[in-house]
């Protein structure tokens, strides 16, 4: 994964990380790749999320959103974005990790079983990350970024991609944790 820009000193503040993919060939159970933001309190940044923002919810308080959803990968540009407004986030929360899913229904997908996948990150302009999966290809889950609170309050980012032998489920429950494939 390409890293961040010096500019990111300053902190982070409004974020949005994409993910696309090519749909699955004709007649074949359509891929569906699934973005996944896990926050965590500020007193236990590895614990338990706090709340988990996913293709049916948002975050409490709106700083979380899922713009576009897609089941299917079909579309031009990215299919999925997610948005995270770190600014605004309650001091109660000190870490957000944000990964991808691939949904198990038509049978074990792996990232290596998805044609052309690509994890964009941007604040605003400015390009933070990218990634094409390669590394986590043989997983069915991968955590993409890492974002953590300063003790001046600023938002750090960090690329963490690291890849998950999961459904989607498990990984959300394991996904800030240490553990990995």
């Known amino acids: 994964m390409t890293g961040p820009s010096s500019a990111l000193n300053k902190g982070v503040d409004k974020v949005q990380v994409m993910v696309k993919w090519d749909p699955s060939p004709l007649g074949a159970p359509a891929h569906d790749l699934d973005l996944i933001a896990a926050t965590y309190r500020a007193e236990a940044p590895h614990g338990e999320p706090a709340y988990l923002v996913h293709f049916d919810s948002r975050s409490p308080d709106g700083t979380i959103t899922l713009n576009r959803d897609s089941s299917t990968g079909q579309g031009l540009g990215f299919d999925e974005v997610l948005t ?80 998950f032998d999961a459904d989607p489920a498990g990984f959300a429950a394991t996904m800030g944790s240490e553990h990995s494939v």
Do not use: C, H, M
């Open 84 to 163: 995270l407004e770190l600014e605004r986030l309650a001091p109660a929360y000190g870490r957000v990790v944000v990964g991808v899913a691939i949904q198990q229904g038509g049978g074990r997908k792996t990232f290596g079983d998805v044609s052309r996948t690509q994890v964009r990150i941007v604040e605003g302009y400015d390009e933070l990350a990218t990634d094409d999966f390669g590394a986590v290809a043989g997983a069915t889950a991968a955590t993409v970024a890492e974002f953590a609170r300063r003790e001046d309050g600023s938002w750090s980012f960090r690329p963490f991609v690291r890849g």
